[in-house]
């Protein structure tokens, strides 16, 4: 009885170490697969971004992408999934300039067509790297306008201060009206000089 299970443990040893190394070998496969399908698709979509680039610029711009071709809008929808084109370039123009590299273009669709994630997923991901990256640019904008305030307060007190201080050294007859001046002086308006 003891040689009988210690035989089916051995057995059992081998079966799952043979498993183990043919997963391992699957990995190995599936990973050399996605590699193989990863170069293919940027070459897809390096050769695609010359055909969208009409002025030869080295970037596609939003109205190029949006004059798109049929067989190009069917290839990126089959790729990620965007219907619209437009969309697709927004998300992918992350710094809002108007204009895609290739390098960002090939980058952005190659991650969304290999990528595990569920296409929702992944369109959220990409409105949440938007949304921060406006969030950071707002937030330098906002420190900006705050050290400008902060000089522009700077500068007001001390002209508040220099006026001030003009103020208290000025002669108070420079402040009168012509009027208060000849009291001051003791002279009537007529012109005659009154004596005290």
């Known amino acids: 009885l003891v040689v009988g299970i210690v035989i089916m443990n051995l057995v059992t040893a081998v079966i799952v170490n043979s498993s183990l190394e043919q997963a391992a070998k699957d990995k190995s496969l599936l990973r050399s697969i996605e590699e193989q399908n990863r170069k293919k ?3 897809e979509l390096r050769e695609m971004f010359y055909r969208l680039d009409h002025d030869g610029s080295g970037e596609v711009s939003r109205d190029e992408i949006a004059q798109i071709a049929e067989r190009e809008r069917q290839m990126l929808r089959d790729l ?3 219907d619209d084109p437009v969309e697709l370039f927004d998300a992918l123009d992350s710094n809002e300039r108007g204009e895609v ?4 273009f090939c980058a952005g669709l190659g991650e969304i067509a290999v ?3 569920p296409l929702e997923i992944k369109r959220m991901q990409m409105q949440v790297d938007h949304i921060k990256h406006h969030l950071s640019r707002y937030m330098n904008e ?7 305030l902060k000089d522009l307060f700077s500068v007001t007190q001390r002209m508040e201060s220099g006026m001030n201080s003009m103020n208290s050294s000025l002669n108070p007859a420079m402040f009168c009206g012509h009027d ?16 005290p």
């Open 41 to 43: 698709v940027l070459a």
């Open 115 to 117: 990528s595990d994630s």
């Open 180 to 195: 208060e001046l000849l009291m001051m002086h003791h002279i009537p308006s007529d012109g005659a000089r009154s004596r």
């Open 80 to 82: 990620t999934g965007f």
């Open 142 to 148: 906002t420190e900006e306008i705050k050290l400008t």
């Open 101 to 104: 590299g290739i390098e960002e």
